[in-house]
Nanobody, 131 residues
């Protein structure tokens, strides 16, 4: 059974930094996508950043230049370094994982994370940025 456990959220002032972590277990995918999504109360879920098992990354325009997504050396830990945080970054942040059955993948990572049957999501970690 796949498990994804997020940590690292908290409360910071505008301009501050946080690093989110997501530790995954229970899977042995050779090709996969992992990513971070966020959802604030009353708002739609938003893709923040994603990365595939080869290290290719993608970012939402709203976080480019401020956030960095990366995989740990063991490839089962996903990170999101968030710098220059803004009040509009306040949200619940979720980690997601999906296998990629066709290599090279035919879709963007976000598609797999949202639509792949075997996708998994963590429980989320809250990030609050005050002005």
């Amino acid at each position: 059974q796949v498990q994804l456990v997020e940590s690292g959220g908290g409360s910071v002032q505008s301009g501050g930094s946080l690093r989110l972590s997501c530790v995954g277990s229970g899977y042995t995918y050779s090709s996969y996508c992992m990513g971070w999504f966020r959802q604030a109360p009353g708002k739609e879920r938003e893709g923040v950043a994603d990365i595939d098992s080869d290290g290719s990354t993608s970012y939402a325009d709203s976080v480019k230049g401020r956030f960095t997504i990366s995989l740990g050396n063991a490839k089962n830990t996903l990170y999101l370094q968030m710098n220059n945080l803004k009040p509009e970054d306040t949200s619940m942040y979720y980690c997601a994982l999906a296998p990629v059955s066709t290599v090279p993948r035919s879709q963007e990572c976000e598609w797999y994370l949202l639509h792949e049957t075997s996708r998994d999501w963590g429980q989320g970690t809250q990030v609050t940025v005050s002005s």
